[in-house]
């Protein structure tokens, strides 16, 4: 059983190395805290790697990968469009953040992306075919240590990142990434031919918006000094 757990636990850390669900434990770090991010995580690994260890070793089947991914895609639309939304609807000073939203709320936003993202992944099509052929429960503490191994790594890579950058940025970059992801969920499950170029093709959407808001920032910025010059003046 220990050599199943090892063995399960390097399958998944390897796995989620570079994959999405690792970018989206750095994106998440570096919005809300860090503790959050964790736990949600682990809730998440638990019921993701509990079904695709039930589904290895009972059913030896897989789940319907693309209504999945769909329904990925427009739950990481949202959690984008709503970061986006707070970072620009904002009226803190431009260097500020806007309040992050709640340990629960936060929380909730973590386990609904994870676990939607985790279905029908690699990694838990890794974690079934592992089960296949030995014990489930084995593979299910291996394959739980292992994804929240990687989230813990890449949660200590946002946070360090995220010392050295302004707040507001961060907000904004997190929203564009998590259109970045629904993107690249949906061309994933359906237009798998692209193969590397489906990043190149998730990154349009997001790359104009952010030229936009950039634009629109330096616009905002700019009157607000002509503003504050015409004060000075009268």
């Known amino acids: ?4 757990i090892a063995l399960s636990f390097g399958v998944l850390f390897l796995a989620e190395l570079g994959d999405k669900s690792q970018l989206m434990a750095l994106t998440f770090s570096l919005r809300y805290r860090w503790w959050v991010v964790l736990a949600g995580i682990s809730v998440a690994s638990v019921a993701v790697n509990l079904i695709a260890a039930g589904v290895g070793h009972f ?7 693309n209504a999945i991914a769909v329904i990925t895609a427009l739950t990481l639309l949202v959690v984008g469009l709503w970061t986006l939304r707070d970072a620009l609807t904002s009226t803190a000073d431009a260097e500020e953040a806007p309040a992050p939203p709640s340990a629960r709320n936060a929380f909730l936003v973590v386990i609904s992306a994870f ?3 985790e279905l029908g992944d ?22 739980v240590a292992g994804m929240v191994a990687a989230g813990g790594l890449a949660i200590l890579v946002g946070k360090i990142a995220g010392k050295h950058l302004p707040e507001r940025g961060i907000a904004i970059a997190s929203g564009l990434l998590f ?3 629904a993107g690249k969920t949906v061309l994933d499950a359906f237009a798998p031919s692209l193969g590397w170029a489906s990043v190149g093709v998730a990154l349009i959407a997001p790359a104009m918006l952010g030229a936009g808001v950039l634009v629109w920032r330096k616009r905002a910025q700019s009157a607000a000094r002509v503003g504050e010059l015409a004060d000075v003046t009268t």
């Open 1 to 4: 059983m220990i050599a199943t």
């Open 179 to 181: 259109l970045f992801f």
């Open 122 to 143: 690699r990694t838990m099509f890794a974690a079934a075919a592992l089960a296949s052929n030995n014990s489930w429960l084995a593979v299910w503490i291996g394959s």
């Open 115 to 117: 676990t939607l993202a």
């Open 59 to 65: 059913l030896g089947t897989a789940l319907p990968a």
